[in-house]
């Protein structure tokens, strides 16, 4: 894990950038992808929600009740059922792209035009962003 500086526009332009985007959520999906046979099931993808964070609360809310194994479990069930837009009880790379897209661009939205910075973990999505804009800018 790394501290770093990013906008919603860092992750934009990595979004924008069909190949650096594409070639990240093929990576990320053959590694996810634990027995080869392209398609990710729950438990497969399960690893790569939870590295999302969505459940992690900010400082000032650490007196608030956490939830319950079953709430979490709804929540990651929720997500997974997001990625499968087929119901098919699995997760093609198409699904996945879709998604990540999606995701990627609420994450961008949310942070809107002024830099925060982040914990981001090594080879993450929101990592990935960051080295292709260092590598923009250094050109």
């Given at each position: 894990m790394s501290v770093e500086m990013l906008d919603g526009a860092?992750?934009?332009?990595?979004?924008?950038?069909?190949?650096?985007?594409?070639?990240?959520?093929?990576?990320?999906?053959?590694?996810?992808?634990?027995?080869?046979n392209g398609r990710l099931?729950?438990?497969?993808?399960v690893k790569e929600l939870m590295s999302l964070r969505i459940l992690e609360l900010p400082f000032e809310s650490m007196n608030e009740p956490s939830l319950s194994h079953d709430e979490i479990a709804n929540?990651?069930?929720?997500?997974?059922?997001?990625?499968?837009?087929?119901?098919?009880g699995t997760v093609d790379l198409e699904e996945f792209k879709v998604e990540m897209r999606e995701v990627m661009l609420a994450v961008a939205s949310g942070l809107?035009?002024?830099?925060?910075?982040?914990?981001?973990?090594?080879?993450?999505?929101?990592?990935r962003a960051i080295e292709k804009e260092l590598a923009s800018t250094s050109l």
């Open positions: 860092t992750i934009l332009n990595f979004i924008e950038d069909e190949n650096a985007f594409n070639s990240t959520i093929e990576a990320r999906f053959a590694n996810l992808d634990s027995d080869g099931t729950y438990a497969e993808l929540v990651y069930r929720g997500l997974f059922e997001r990625f499968d837009r087929d119901g098919d809107g035009s002024l830099p925060v910075q982040m914990v981001v973990e090594e080879g993450s999505f929101l990592k």
